[in-house]
């Protein structure tokens, strides 16, 4: 199994509409999961962080985090084609705090 | 400042090339890593520094050779590197205390 899992897609959705990402990890120790977002040939750009169980807002985007069922996910509300990229989820290694494990990525297409 | 930099923005070198990558930050940042990151896949974490201690080092072959002269510095050395070590390296930074990762723009290596 690997440790996170994303499905790579791509994900398309119109304009305007809500986009959800997925994220399963199988580290039960972890403790701080985060979502980057990743243009194409650049780098990863730090979009939310959430380190407990529930719901975290900002701005358009929404984390959710369920440590029973170790899952994480991302809502893009009013998606822009400006969205459009990869989002790589990551969670911490439990067994060494420093470290970040990511998943393969998925890539979301917001189609105007 | 909020930016991680890191220089060169490219570079090319032959396999026989000695050359250096340059990562600065001014956050205040006590912990600093490398990552690799080929075409369409996940980061890599390579080497992690705290308190400018090499502290994680993920089986990285001699040829990459890491160096953090201060706290705000992190160099990676590389000699005798192949061509498949041709990829995009990123640096990021974070506080020790909080795991949250900020990535610099990153290197652009190519081995002929």
């Known amino acids: 199994q690997k440790e996170v899992e994303q499905n790579s897609g791509p994900l398309s959705v119109p304009e305007g509409a809500i986009a959800s990402l997925n994220c399963t990890y199988s580290?039960?120790?972890?403790?701080?999961f985060f979502w980057y977002r990743q243009y194409s040939g650049k780098s990863p750009e730090l979009i939310m962080s959430?380190?407990?169980?529930g719901d975290k807002e900002d701005g358009r985007f929404t984390a959710q985090l369920n440590k029973a069922s170790q899952y994480v996910s991302l809502l893009i509300r009013d998606s822009q084609p400006s969205d459009s990229a990869t989002y790589l989820c990551?969670?911490?290694?439990?067994?060494?705090?420093?470290?970040?494990?990511f998943g393969k990525g998925t890539s979301l297409l917001v189609t105007p | 400042d909020t930016e991680v930099t890191q220089t060169p923005k490219h570079l090319v070198m032959g396999m026989t090339n000695k050359k250096s990558l340059k990562c600065e930050q001014h956050?205040?940042?006590?912990?600093m890593y490398w990552y690799k990151q080929k075409a369409k896949k996940p980061p890599e974490l390579m080497f992690v520094?705290?308190?400018?201690?090499?502290?994680i080092n993920e089986s990285v072959p001699s040829r990459f050779s890491p160096e953090c002269p201060n706290s705000s510095l992190l160099n990676l050395h590389l000699h005798a590197l192949q061509p498949e070590d041709s990829a995009l390296y990123l640096c990021?930074?974070?506080?020790?205390?909080?795991?949250?990762?900020?990535f610099g723009p990153g290197t652009r290596l190519t081995v002929l």
């Open positions: 580290d039960r120790g972890s403790q701080s």
């Open positions: 990021a930074s974070s506080q020790v205390s909080a795991p949250s990762q900020f």
């Open positions: 959430i380190y407990s169980n």
């Open positions: 520094y705290s308190y400018e201690k090499l502290s």
């Open positions: 990551a969670v911490n290694k439990s067994n060494s705090g420093y470290a970040l494990n």
């Open positions: 956050m205040g940042h006590r912990a």
